[in-house]
């Protein structure tokens, strides 16, 4: 899942788009087409030899779905990726990429569609890339994203699959319309001004009017924002030519509060006829509460520069999860699907089976949301990042919601643990919520010599997670994995992993 102390790293890749901690994609950003060989499966010479060609056609058979979202088959022993393709489907494929030990592939025909098969529900679903699986009825996304955490535990661990307990996918009741923000690029074409994501597997800006998996209120908010620097004629940022001045509009809203925050990304400070924007802004948005401008003029592919300022309103937006209350300015991370946060923190509450006595870490802490969440059944609870703002965020977070025995602390968990170990705290539980490089190899360690009692490990990478529970596996037993679908039509998996000391 996305994560706190990444809060500065919205990248967008200048080929594509990530697969980022938001669950929107980004090319660059695959992950290793290497973790799909099977444990165990070697390649001879004969395979070796049996290369496909390049825009070479054949059939092929769709066995699975990839970590990324794309079908899996096997033509002559060797793995083809084609994206858009479903289990269960007869394929006529052709070679786009040969690789020494996989290939990627483009449906040319398909001979047998899968039951599952639907149209996406978003008209530009085949040129943005953001979402990977619209193509695919939700209730199957459920059950192959399960599946896509099963071949994780397979590939990278010993452990016998058929004994643990990988439940069933949480997923939306309405699983449209969740993201609570926005960052859409600005450019022009033929002097129209456009706003939207990079183009699948390219760098051409899809103009996106509409888009399924936002919410109303940030797709409206963009609309208008384009809308008025159209008519005042403002100039918009050129990449390749690093030339212009606006290059990227954020809307978020407060989904449980209403309030709505619009930030313009400029190069530069000054931003021409700025009262007419803000009053335009205003007048067609009523219910905006904090307009902001953001200043990068890097040229860069990071979204947010370091210079923020407030143009009208509040530096933020509130935003509630639960009983807890958050204050949101520009840069400041905030989970994208409220909604399925509440099922995910539930679950790693649950997964820590907390009586109120138990010394709790919150490892990875962010702005301290998942350690105030167990607070209130917990005797004590420390956090700990390496990032200055979001523990000083967390602190007043613990502050505003009167919860004392939460404290935050700056600095690495390999070696606050061991300095809390010498001064005889020795923690209970611990609770991490890793970035998809899942946790520092120096920190598993340190678990291992402290052996907590509970490891609750949030997820938002199978491949990752599999690899740290084998770390792991010595001295910890896995007891259960939920998986949690935080961004519904994507190829992204949360899951909450129960760990306990053998």
């Avoid at 070796?48 to 699975?64: N, V």
Wanted: charged share 25%; net charge positive; hydrophobic share 35%.
């Amino acid at each position: 899942m996305p994560k706190e102390h990444q809060q500065q790293k919205h990248q967008q890749s200048k080929k594509g788009k990530q697969i980022s901690k938001d669950g929107h994609k980004t090319k660059g950003q695959h992950l290793n087409k290497g973790d799909y060989k099977k444990k165990g499966q070697q390649v001879n010479k004969d395979q070796q030899t049996a290369k496909l060609e390049l825009k070479q056609t054949f059939p092929l058979t769709i066995k699975r779905l990839g970590i990324n979202g794309e079908g899996v088959g096997y033509f002559k022993r060797q793995v083809v990726f084609v994206p858009g393709a479903l289990p269960g489907e007869e394929i006529v494929a052709e070679a786009t990429k040969v690789h020494p030990k996989f290939a990627e592939a483009k449906i040319k025909k398909i001979r047998k569609r899968s039951e599952h098969r639907i149209k996406p529900l978003c008209p530009v679903y085949d040129h943005c890339g953001g979402c990977q699986l619209q193509h695919l009825g939700y209730d199957q996304q459920l059950n192959e994203k399960r599946d896509i955490v099963i071949q994780a535990l397979e590939r990278h661990t010993k452990l016998k699959i058929d004994e643990l307990d990988i439940r069933p996918t949480i997923g939306m009741e309405n699983p449209w319309g969740y993201r609570n923000k926005s960052q859409f690029q600005v450019g022009e074409k033929d002097g129209k001004v456009l706003a939207g994501l990079y183009g699948l597997n390219s760098h051409n800006l899809i103009n996106i009017e509409q888009c399924a998996v936002q919410h109303p209120a940030t797709t409206k908010a963009t609309e208008v924002v384009k809308g008025i620097l159209q008519e005042l004629k403002i100039p918009i940022y050129n990449e390749k030519k690093h030339k212009g001045l606006v290059r990227t509009i954020v809307a978020r809203t407060g989904v449980q509060t209403g309030e709505l925050q619009i930030v313009l990304i400029t190069t530069k400070k000054e931003l021409p006829k700025k009262d007419i924007i803000i009053q335009e802004i205003k007048k067609r948005l009523p219910e905006v509460n904090s307009i902001v401008q953001n200043i990068n003029g890097e040229k860069t592919s990071v979204i947010f520069g370091s210079e923020t300022a407030t143009l009208e309103g509040s530096d933020f937006i509130q935003e509630t999860l639960g009983d807890l209350q958050f204050e949101l300015s520009a840069r400041t991370f905030f989970q994208l699907n409220p909604e399925q946060t509440v099922k995910l923190y539930n679950e790693a509450k649950a997964a820590a089976m907390l009586t109120g006595k138990e010394k709790l870490v919150d490892a990875y802490c962010g702005v301290g949301t998942i350690g105030l969440w167990m607070a209130g059944e917990a005797g004590e609870v420390r956090g700990m990042d390496v990032i200055p703002e979001s523990i000083e965020d967390a602190k007043k977070n613990a502050y505003k919601h009167g919860v004392n025995h939460a404290k935050f602390y700056l600095g690495k968990a390999e070696e606050l643990l061991p300095k809390w170990l010498e001064e005889g705290w020795r923690p209970d539980v611990i609770v991490v919520d890793p970035p998809r490089t899942g946790c520092d190899q120096e920190f598993l360690n340190t678990v291992l010599k402290i052996k907590p009692k509970t490891f609750v490990y949030v997820s938002c990478n199978p491949s990752t997670l599999a690899k740290d529970i084998q770390t792991l596996g010595g001295k910890y037993k896995v007891e259960y994995i939920q998986p949690v679908d935080m961004f519904p039509h994507t190829s992204q998996i949360e899951s909450v992993t129960m760990l306990v000391l053998k």
